[in-house]
């Protein structure tokens, strides 16, 4: 469970860079071996999948380490604005495997 987040920027523009820094807790009841989170986003207004936030310098999979029950760990992903974003609510997506 994504249970904290913080983003870097107060107004986020296209073209622009931000870091988005997120607390992953463990709320299960045994430990969470091999943990991956595949980052995506979409439109609040669609729903639809798109690229407004790109993701700088890896992929948008993240593989995590272990984490233990009741553990939470700080993943942390630069992102840069597509040119194109109009101004609005967007959703970062995060599905864990």
Known sequence: ???TYIVDEDVIQ????FN???GV???GMITAHNLSMMIGNSSYSSG???TNFLPIGFSN???IRDVLRGE???MEQVFIVNSGVAVGIYLVL????
């Open 1 to 3: 469970m994504v249970n």
């Open 14 to 17: 296209s073209s622009s860079n």
């Open 20 to 22: 988005l820094i997120m």
């Open 25 to 27: 807790q463990n709320q």
């Open 48 to 50: 639809s999948s798109n």
């Open 61 to 63: 999979l993240c593989m």
């Open 72 to 74: 939470t760990t700080r």
């Open 94 to 97: 995060a599905d864990f495997e």
